[in-house]
């Protein structure tokens, strides 16, 4: 069973920065694609950043610039390094792993989520 952990969130001051780690476990071994998802108060949930297995980043126009998404491969985790932050940030921000499980899918899975709240 896949299992992902959001840890990191928190509140910070616009300007701030923070750091989103993901740890993943279970069955991971045919990736298509790592990603972070946010949903702030109100709206539906936004794509902002995914990387391939091959480690091909790609960025919503919003983030782009200020944010940047990694992979520790040995350690199984992903990360989310946001920089400038500001109050439209404010979401809840969940870990994203669309995989191809014993041949078939492939398949998302989430993490819990974890908030990043920036004060104005």
């Known amino acids: 069973q896949v299992q992902l952990v959001e840890s990191g969130g928190g509140l910070v001051q616009t300007g701030g920065s923070l750091r989103l780690a993901c740890l993943m476990s279970?069955?991971?071994?045919?990736?298509?694609?790592l990603g972070w998802y946010r949903q702030p108060p109100g709206k539906s949930r936004e794509e902002i950043a995914t990387i391939t297995d091959g480690g091909v980043a790609d960025y919503a126009n919003s983030v782009k610039g200020r944010f940047t998404i990694s992979r520790d491969t040995a350690r199984n985790r992903l990360y989310l390094q946001m920089n400038n932050l500001n109050p439209e940030d404010t979401a809840f921000y969940y870990c994203n792993a669309n995989l191809w499980i014993g041949g078939r899918g492939p398949y998302d899975y989430w993490g819990q989520g974890t908030q990043v709240t920036v004060s104005s």
């Open positions: 279970g069955n991971i071994r045919d990736i298509n694609t």
